[in-house]
């Protein structure tokens, strides 16, 4: 006869929800109830025949009754009661009779119960056991039913455990199956993928380096600014190493109950430990790193909470337990100086926007998604896209598919690749018609900008002008750089403040008026001059110091417990030097358009014909050597 292994279970309650427990628990537990109301009970009532129940009411035996549809109950009078025998009916015996009463009825009834004095009490007719046991049940099952439906509602904005899942972890873990991404899907960033390899050997064989006593920073800080492949790095490492990844934004520790981050860090670490050689990676630790005590509120808040849990969950690894932890943040300057000292986030990985070669490897690595012409040159594009990140280079391949496919082509070409650029750096063409006036003023306009850039020696080469609207402008005019820059010379900015008040000093030289067009140059040539002043020391007058009024990093509180290093004379002086360097630069805008005031009629009526002219066209108008040799 086989056995049954004792391993195996009948009916394994654990394997069920707490929700659908609770429900068999109270259904059980209401028949329980409803048995023995309606069935235990009965066995202290006495079933009698009808012909019975008649000659007890006339012996005067029956005290009371009552009729409910065919069904008669009643007590019976203990003094006059006796059982069938004669005898007289003993105490301990039942004292409740029940008897039906015939199908055909029986109409002189009730006039024998009023002779014989019996008490009489007319209920409702009985209704079935299955209807009275919905009855009984229903309310219950409402009330489990709504709060079940709120846990799973619950549940979808708390993430596990619901309303009492508030301290769990909202970290996503990817299992080694899951972690598909390896080193070889990030394209570019060759010098941070070989800092990571490290990490990489280490989770792979953590004994290696334990033997030589060799101990890994216990947590790595990725820097760069959005879109520059951090999150995808951690993915990738994780994938490389085949060990568990836990992902987390550093937002999704905060909740609106305090003690839910501290609660929540501690329970991502303990499965992070659980599960070693393990990866942890924290997006976004600005949000819950800043430097302390800038709270406006006071300086004990949830995130300093968090923030101190981390840290004291970082210190308490132990040398071997293999759990590396990664964060991302692009803005390092807001961390508070505990979480970045050795022994924590010690080690920093820096990434920058990609390369020209590297951004032509992360175009390869996209365009390889979809469907390519042959004449598509992703060198040039490559040139083309200075300053795009990766996830830009993303969007653009994207992009240019989407028109694509709009257009009605089996493959993307170069010119959906040139119009997707356009879409993403200047904007969405816009269905305004501009008047005739309008159209003129910003042709002058962007004709002024086109041909300072054009004069100047050292600015970035002129692409295209344009006064097609797009997004929020009237028109562009596009420059890009031949190459990648690292750094910016006095020279290069002063003419580049040149270039943006090119449009204002055309509108004034022309029309003898200015308009609101220039709004968006004047802010940025001001930015341009209030960091040369402030942080770079390129002013004579002011000299080489740097300040804190030319940061332009978002209010985070400090602010209110620093004071200014700087005097209200000092002050006084920074704004007066950055604006002689805007007035210097117009002055040298007007002085260009004057001495080319002919090549500007030509260029701006040129663009009022056509809308759109690149350098190729431009430079078909008119020589440009000899007049830039002489602005030089």
């Known amino acids: 006869m086989a056995e049954i292994s004792p391993e195996r279970k009948f009916f394994d309650f654990q394997k069920y929800p707490p929700w659908f427990r609770l429900l068999l628990f109270f259904i059980f537990w209401m028949l329980i109830t409803y048995g023995y109301i309606h069935f235990w009970s009965e066995k202290n009532v006495e079933h009698i025949s009808y012909s019975v129940f008649k000659s007890k009411i006339i012996n005067g035996e029956v005290a009371e009754v009552q009729v409910q549809g065919q069904e008669v109950s009643g007590r019976y009078e203990v003094a006059t009661a006796r059982n069938e025998d004669g005898r007289a009916r003993p105490p301990q015996q039942s004292q409740h009779f ?5 199908s055909f009825g029986d109409p002189d009834l009730i006039e024998l119960l009023e002779e014989n004095k019996v008490s009489i009490t007319a209920r409702p007719e009985k209704q079935s056991w299955f209807a009275s046991l919905l009855i009984v049940l229903l309310p219950w ?53 070989y800092e990571l ?23 790595v800080l990725l820097v760069g600014p959005p879109g520059t492949g951090k999150t995808l790095l951690a993915r990738a490492m994780a994938g490389e190493a085949g060990v568990p990844y836990y992902s987390i934004s550093g937002s999704e520790f905060i909740e609106m109950f305090v003690g839910v981050g501290a609660s929540r860090v501690r329970d991502m670490f303990k499965t992070a430990k659980e599960n070693a050689p393990s990866l942890i990676f924290i997006d976004e630790l600005d949000s819950i790193g800043r430097a302390r005590g800038t709270g406006i509120g006071g300086g004990h808040d949830e995130r300093e909470q968090t923030l101190n849990q981390i840290l004291s969950e970082i210190d308490g690894f132990s040398p071997n337990e293999s759990v590396i932890v990664l964060a991302a943040t692009n803005r390092p300057d807001v961390l508070d100086p505990a979480l970045i000292r050795p022994g924590r986030f010690d080690r920093q990985i820096t990434l920058d926007m990609p390369q020209k070669k590297a951004r032509k490897e992360i175009l390869a690595v996209h365009a390889g998604k979809v469907a390519i012409a042959e004449g598509v040159d992703l060198d040039l594009i490559a040139g083309a896209t200075v300053g795009f990140s990766g996830a830009d280079l993303k969007n653009l391949v994207n992009e240019a598919a989407l028109l694509a496919a709009r257009k009605g082509k089996q493959q993307v070409e170069m010119e959906d690749f040139h119009e997707a650029r356009d879409k993403i750096t200047m904007g969405v ?27 100047l020696p050292g600015t970035d080469p002129l692409s295209k002008v344009s ?30 403040i040149v270039v943006m008040l090119g449009g204002r000093a055309a509108e004034q030289l022309v029309f003898g008026e200015i308009t609101s067009g220039a709004a968006d140059d004047l802010k940025r040539s001001m930015e341009i001059a209030r960091r040369m002043v402030c942080q770079w020391g390129m002013s004579d ?41 805007l007035e210097r630069c117009y002055e040298k ?22 809308e759109t002219l690149t350098l190729a066209q431009i430079q078909d108008l008119f020589p440009l050597e000899e007049t830039r040799n002489h602005e030089q």
Do not use: W
């Open 589 to 610: 805008s007007q002085r260009i358009l004057e001495n080319n005031l002919e090549k500007l009629k030509v260029l701006a009526e040129e663009l009022i014909n056509r």
């Open 141 to 193: 099952l409402l009330i489990i039913g709504f709060f079940v439906y709120m846990n799973k509602k619950m549940s979808e904005q708390m993430g596990t455990g619901g309303p009492f899942g508030f301290g769990k972890s909202k970290a996503k873990r990817f299992v080694k199956e899951e972690s598909t991404i390896t080193f070889d899907d990030v394209a570019g960033l060759e010098n941070v993928k």
């Open 98 to 102: 029940q008897t039906v009463i015939p």
């Open 541 to 581: 007058k002011v000299g080489l110091v740097v300040f804190r009024k030319g940061e332009t990093h978002p209010f985070l509180g400090r602010e209110l417990t620093e004071e200014k290093d700087y005097g209200e004379a000092t002050a006084e002086k920074i704004d007066e030097e950055i604006k002689a360097i």
């Open 197 to 219: 390899e490290e990490m990489v050997e280490y989770l792979k064989s953590p004994g290696k380096f334990q033997s030589l006593g060799a101990q890994l920073p216990k947590g």
């Open 467 to 496: 006064i097609i609207p797009r997004g929020r402008s009237l028109g562009a005019t596009e420059q890009v750089p031949k190459e990648d820059r690292h750094s910016y010379s006095k020279t290069y900015l002063l003419n580049r």
């Open 429 to 455: 063409k816009r269905e305004d018609q501009l008047s005739e006036e309008e159209k003129k003023m910003v042709a002058y306009h962007e004709a002024g900008h086109a041909l300072t850039a054009l004069m």
